[in-house]
């Protein structure tokens, strides 16, 4: 934006009208070069940023992570084991029947994977305590390894990703630690009003120390930064660049202020807007930390707009708090933190900005930009590993007692409920019994007949009572009445 002459009559909406023929926008309005017109300034809550490449706690990403994972785990497990107790209730429905069928078998091999609670779960009193396998007991043991094995996956993910923790411990500083920070400092801070840098006046000099004492002393801006003017269409950027910047300072003051001049806009602002970058090299990596805000155009008292006119310096303070990151490789890096605002000469309504613009005491409006350099003390950031075998075996064993013990309870509730399903091991193991005394029986007569010769090979022919067998006895052949054989379980 260059220097452009104030606007004059008839003025636009939302301006006022001083010195008969000038204009200036009323308090919270901003002027519009290129639609030449005021237009009301907003501030967001996204215009305020604090961010840094340097991680200074593990909540940030790697905690993140870690939940998602674990959050993932976990629903996966109570999918499966959702899914697993769904079709063991829909089995339940299928009749065990002679022990031939297919649901005999699905619920017989569910009754064998009771590796978990294969023993007498309902003990009654002086009797003897009696392993057995159930099929509420298989499908609860499942259950519980699905459980258990889940959770041991998010406790490996755990102890992989984000058991560690940032220690941090503050030191009191001496000479040497502080000479030790060389950190690259660039401060932006603009003035939003629709001056321009050809009203600045007064940069050129910082103060450094505390006002009054001994230590106090003025020095040319140059020895300890670069700066320079830059117009915007938000109004003038001072910019300020140091290059391994000294912490052993204590306070820098540096102060600049906007005049009215002939050719330009009257002295007026209705904001700042700041950013402050540190950097600092380290291995060819250049680690940053940054801060950025726009200060509201609000009365602390009244809550309404204001416009910023007068004498009465606006002060901005930052803090510049030392940090030593002895994971990243001893890194040493500055963190900013916007300490303060103190508002100077401003007004509230247009009357009493029309008055100031008419009077040329006014005409000015001061900015003075505070530094501390926090050197009395820093902070040493430092990971640390907390999980050890002890602690994982512990948490383990947790883990097992947790699944083996709901799913025990809900075993001996479902038993205590439901008597049915106290004998339901006797019941299959009874058909299972059956079933094999009936296939063995059924090998034997195919044995006798294969090696006698006889047709016993068809049940009709068996039936017959009448039928001759014929046995060899005494090497001679005779034949012997043939009884019904009643098939029995062994």
Request: aromatic fraction near 10%; charge should be positive; hydrophobic fraction near 40%.
């Amino acid at each position: 934006m260059s220097t452009t002459s104030v606007f004059k009559a008839p003025c636009p909406n939302n301006s006022i009208l001083y010195n008969n023929t000038l204009c200036s926008c009323t308090p919270g309005y901003l002027y519009n070069h290129s639609t030449k017109s005021c237009h009301f300034h907003t501030v967001h809550s996204s215009e305020w940023l604090t961010t840094s490449v340097v991680r200074h706690s593990i909540v940030d990403d790697n905690y993140k992570k870690a939940v998602k994972f674990e959050v993932f785990y976990l629903e996966i497990s109570a999918l499966a084991l959702l899914c697993w107790l769904i079709l063991c209730v829909l089995v339940r429905f299928l009749k065990l029947g002679d022990g031939t069928k297919a649901g005999f078998q699905i619920r017989w091999w569910i009754s064998r994977l009771d590796l978990t609670f294969p023993t007498q779960h309902w003990l009654a009193d002086q009797a003897v305590v009696k392993k057995r396998k159930t099929e509420l007991g298989g499908a609860f043991s499942i259950a519980c390894w699905i459980l258990f094995i889940s959770l041991l996956a998010a406790l490996l993910h755990q102890i992989v990703t984000a058991r560690a923790t940032e220690i941090s411990n503050i030191r009191a500083t001496n000479a040497p630690d502080l000479e030790s920070f060389t950190n690259d400092l660039e401060l932006n801070i603009t003035t939003i009003s629709s001056m321009s840098c050809a009203q600045l006046q007064g940069l050129g000099t910082v103060a450094i120390g505390t006002p009054g004492f001994i230590d106090y002393n003025i020095f040319p801006l140059s020895t300890f930064s670069d700066y320079t003017c830059l117009n915007s269409s938000n109004g003038p950027i001072i910019s300020l660049k140091c290059q391994n910047c000294p912490l052993t300072y204590g306070h820098i003051y540096i102060s600049w202020h906007f005049v009215d001049i002939d050719t330009g806009f009257p002295a007026a602002a209705l904001g700042f807007h700041f950013n402050i970058t540190v950097k600092n090299r380290v291995d060819k990596q250049e680690y940053t930390n940054f801060i950025s805000g726009m200060l509201k155009n609000r009365s602390k008292s009244e809550d309404t707009h204001i416009t910023y006119r007068g004498e009465t310096t606006n002060l901005l303070k930052f803090n510049l708090f030392p940090r030593v990151h002895f994971n990243l490789n001893g890194l040493k890096l500055l963190q900013p933190l916007f300490h303060e605002f103190r508002p100077g000469s401003h007004t509230r309504n247009a009357d009493n900005l029309k008055t100031s613009l008419q009077s040329s005491e006014n005409g000015l409006v001061n900015i003075t930009l505070e530094l501390k350099f926090l050197s009395e003390y820093f902070v040493e950031i430092d990971d640390k590993k907390y999980a050890g075998p002890v602690s994982i075996l512990a948490d383990l064993g947790g883990l097992y007692c947790l699944s083996f013990t709901l799913f025990l309870l809900l075993l001996s509730m479902c038993e205590a409920r439901f008597k049915g399903l106290r004998n339901e091991d006797q019941v299959m193991q009874n058909i299972k019994k059956s079933l094999k005394a009936q296939n063995r029986w059924d090998k034997l007569r195919k044995f006798v007949a294969y090696t006698y010769g006889c047709r016993l090979l068809t049940e009709d022919h068996i039936a017959k009572t009448q039928t001759t067998c014929c046995m060899r006895g005494n090497g001679s052949l005779k034949r012997v009445p043939q009884v019904e054989i009643q098939l029995q379980s062994l």
